[in-house]
């Protein structure tokens, strides 16, 4: 699923070169979790079915299991 596509305008560089921020909503959730909460995200998150996949360019990807803090 994908939770959300955003162009690089559409977030916002962090005081370190490698960090990126953004907000999302209920609204940008997609997929099976389209129409739930935030807290049904959070729950999928605690579940450790969240896979966060990042990519800056076609030859240049990250991925990683998200977790709760």
Do not use: C, W, Y
């Not at 596509?5 to 960090?19: E, K, R």
């Not at 997929?31 to 605690?46: Q, R, W, Y």
Request: glycine share 12%; no cysteine.
């Amino acid at each position: 699923m994908t939770l959300r596509a955003a162009p690089q305008s559409g977030l916002a560089q962090g005081s370190g070169n490698n960090t990126l921020s953004g907000n999302f909503t209920a609204s940008d959730l997609q997929g099976p979790l389209e129409g739930k909460s935030i807290g049904d995200f959070v729950k999928t998150i605690d579940d450790g079915k969240i896979v966060i996949s990042v990519s800056t360019s076609p030859s240049h990807k990250v991925k990683f299991t998200a977790r709760s803090m």
